[in-house]
């Protein structure tokens, strides 16, 4: 039972251009969403972060956007750069033991 | 700082061998220990999870088990691999609400 998901397997974007990568749940109890990057055979690393109860976060040129509502969040990475061509992986948690359900990882390519 | 070591980086065992697998944290004491594994062009699935020494849970039915000796080190072990047990496998501890994952196994069973 996949409760976080990740649609769209792939993304390219022009160098500059904003990339956005989307990313759905079916659990209403998640309190904690977290995007990771990874490089092939390496592990990942962690992007950025939102709460609950929070709808926005901003680290630099991510931010994490949330709707509850439509248990839908996306992650905008504006400019994008060469350095961010990897797969990204969004997971969600709950408070009480942050075992993470991650979705299936969206390629993101940059292109020059 | 914290830090979180795995070896082997690389691993082909033929099937029916033993199997175990390391991971160590440092800069840290009594964190939350991870075993992840990722599929050939999938999304990461937890294995077993730790809250403490001799404290596993098992997340899904598998050939593997895991085990907590020390305060930082988490073991992978099989008894016996089978071809479905290939993957690249992740140790992770948690540090705050967040998983910090380490460099990964790539383990391929022939």
């Known amino acids: 039972d996949q409760q976080v998901k990740q649609n769209s397997p792939s993304l390219s974007v022009q160098e500059g251009r904003i990339s956005i990568l989307n990313c759905d749940y079916t659990?209403?109890?998640?309190?904690?969403f977290l995007w990771y990057k990874k490089y092939p055979a390496e592990g990942p690393t962690f992007l950025i972060s939102i709460s609950s109860i929070k709808d926005k976060n901003e680290d630099g040129r991510f931010t994490v956007f949330l709707n509850k509502s439509a248990k839908h969040l996306s992650l905008h990475i504006v400019p994008s750069q060469p350095g961010d061509s990897a797969v990204y992986f969004c997971a969600a948690s709950r408070e009480s033991d942050y075992k993470l359900s991650f979705g299936a990882g969206t390629t993101v390519t940059v292109r020059a | 700082s914290q830090t979180i070591h795995q070896w082997p980086a690389t691993l082909v065992q033929p099937v029916g061998s033993p199997l175990s697998l390391e991971c160590t944290v440092e800069?840290?004491?009594?964190?939350?220990l991870y075993w992840y594994r990722q599929a050939a062009g999938r999304g990461l699935q937890l294995l077993f999870y730790s809250v403490g020494i001799g404290q596993i849970s098992s997340e899904v039915p598998q050939n593997l088990s895991a085990s907590r000796p020390q305060d930082r080190q988490f073991i992978l072990s099989s008894k016996k691999l089978l071809l479905s047990d290939s993957g690249f496998y992740l140790c992770?501890?948690?540090?705050?609400?967040?998983?910090?994952f380490g460099p990964g196994t790539r383990l391929l069973v022939l």
């Open positions: 659990n209403s109890m998640f309190d904690y």
């Open positions: 800069g840290t004491s009594n964190p939350n």
């Open positions: 992770a501890f948690l540090m705050g609400e967040t998983q910090y």
